[in-house]
């Protein structure tokens, strides 16, 4: 069952167009990626989906509801999670400062969420009561996943989620992302990875000048040879 569609999206800022026509389909419990060279239009399609970008044409529509142009507080309390690429936590908040800012449209601060997140990633749990800012580029990343897991989304959406992590730290990530989905969260991600997000996904797409190049398995995709010659490295 489709609980997120975008169709024929044309979206950018201001009067620049950065979009032009984009489809994307994500079934209910999905896990989908969007790939393609810097410039593509990845992060617009997330910021357009969440209330950031501008939308001139197309339509978003979640749960069967056209969201099309709502505000980011009003996408916030469709239970739409968002965790940006940068700038993605309070840095002068502690943690557990900073989960409970994350559920600012809920009516209190939901305590079971914050046990499963503090379960879920058991390195913030332990600096609970430190600044943000004293965190590891791994440890932020988690706690930013954290603050969006805090409204119990529908769906989350990661903007590069890998971006910046030591290439240790990066199938961790992965990982993690993996678990959310195997619990029930639908994941929609773009991401810099590309072979890896394509590996770890049911569907992938591929984004190149604000348009659909390439769209399948994540599977079939990696064993695309234009895929592969065109933006895999091969």
Do not use: W
């Not at 950031?52 to 197309?58: H, L």
């Not at 980011?72 to 993605?88: D, L, M, R, T």
């Amino acid at each position: 069952m489709s609980l997120l569609e975008v169709v024929d999206l044309d979206a950018g800022y201001g009067d620049l167009h950065v979009l032009d026509g984009i489809d994307i389909h994500v079934d209910d419990g999905g896990y989908v990626t969007v790939v393609g060279p810097n410039g593509a239009g990845k992060s617009t399609v997330m910021k357009s989906i969440v209330g950031i970008a501008t939308c001139f044409g197309g339509s978003i529509e979640y749960q069967g509801e056209d969201i099309t142009g709502l505000s980011p507080e009003e996408v916030a309390h469709e239970q739409i999670g968002y965790v940006p690429q940068s700038n993605n936590v309070f840095s002068t908040l502690s943690v557990e400062e900073n989960l409970r800012l994350g559920a600012y449209v809920c009516e209190g601060v939901p305590e079971t969420r914050k046990r499963d997140v503090y379960e879920r990633f058991p390195a913030l749990a332990d600096r609970r009561d430190e600044d943000a800012g004293s965190l590891s580029g791994g440890q932020q990343q988690m706690l930013a996943m954290g603050c969006a897991l805090m409204l119990d989304p529908d769906v989350l959406l990661l903007d590069e989620p890998s971006a910046g992590l030591a290439p240790d730290l990066v199938d961790e990530m992965f990982d993690r992302i993996d678990e959310i989905n195997e619990t029930g969260t639908t994941v929609l991600m773009v991401e810099q990875n590309a072979k890896e997000a394509l590996r770890r996904c049911d569907r992938g797409y591929v984004l190149a000048n604000g348009q659909n190049r390439y769209e399948d398995d994540g599977d079939a995709l990696l064993d695309d040879e234009e895929v592969r010659r065109e933006f895999l490295g091969g």
